[in-house]
């Protein structure tokens, strides 16, 4: 543990990353190749809860777009994480990974209820713990709940996985000369809108101070890097 930085982690992943290269849905390869990442920093001791989007089943927001009551949209959204998270939970357990799925939303037949104690002491018994549900209510993004549960269970960081390497100044897929930030403030982040959380999140890690490290998940090993306190993407820091 002595090469670890950080030793309690908030891995933010989103729905849309477990679809691989499938236009819906969930792509088994995709929780394995997140298992083979994680397990390895697990072994080392570095506690790991995890908080998934459900954007690869449904997307309230999109909902609402096409007519749908937010509320209820949100709701739904917020059930395709639990589906997420269920998924990811029997991954990791076939990989000989202890895990535990704790959801906002009550439904004590699949999950356990979101209690922040209970969660620190999953952690401490060297458990991943996955929220599911966001943070129950509609109109707040899974950004903004893996920013709360974040700050509620002390992490160290908040790692936000994407499919880029970093924090660019403008869209790198369109934008060939687009910057790479090594590190940004929270400031930075909101005047700016660069898009990497909602303004409610990156607000609450700012009040709060917790760090945002965003790097890209699909790179072997990056996890382990992260937590070792390599340069791997971007990290949002407080202003000088």
């Known amino acids: 543990m002595s090469d670890i930085k950080y030793r309690r982690v908030?891995?933010?992943?989103?729905g849309e990353a477990l679809m691989g290269e499938q236009a819906y849905g969930i792509d088994p390869a995709v929780p394995q190749r997140l298992?083979?990442?994680?397990?390895?920093?697990?072994?080392l001791g570095v506690q790991v809860a995890i908080v998934v989007g459900g954007g690869n089943i449904f997307r309230g927001i999109q909902g609402a777009a096409a007519g749908m009551d937010r509320a209820q949209g949100d709701n739904m959204g917020m059930l395709a994480t639990v589906i997420n998270?269920?998924?990811?939970?029997?991954?990791?357990?076939?990989?000989?990974?202890?895990?535990?799925?704790?959801?906002a939303i009550e439904m004590r037949q699949i999950a356990e209820p979101y209690i922040r104690r209970r969660a620190i002491r999953h952690l401490e018994k060297g458990r991943i713990t996955i929220y599911a549900a966001g943070t129950g209510n509609p109109y707040f993004t899974t950004d903004t709940a893996a920013a709360l549960r974040a700050c509620?269970?002390?992490?160290?960081?908040?790692?936000?996985?994407?499919?880029?390497?970093?924090?660019?100044?403008s869209d790198p897929r369109t934008n060939p000369d687009a910057r790479r930030y090594d590190t940004v403030t929270y400031r930075e982040v909101l005047n700016r809108d660069l898009k990497v959380m909602d303004a409610t999140a990156t607000a609450l890690c700012h009040d709060n101070h917790m760090p945002i490290m965003v790097f890209d998940i699909k790179q072997p090993g990056v996890f382990l890097s992260a937590v070792s306190g390599e340069n791997v993407g971007t990290t949002v820091v407080e202003e000088d």
């Open 35 to 43: 298992a083979e990442e994680i397990k390895p920093v697990c072994d």
């Open 152 to 169: 509620e269970i002390g992490a160290e960081v908040l790692m936000k996985a994407t499919n880029v390497d970093g924090i660019y100044d």
């Open 85 to 103: 998270s269920l998924s990811l939970q029997d991954c990791f357990e076939r990989n000989g990974m202890d895990c535990r799925v704790m959801s």
């Open 10 to 14: 908030l891995l933010k992943l989103s």
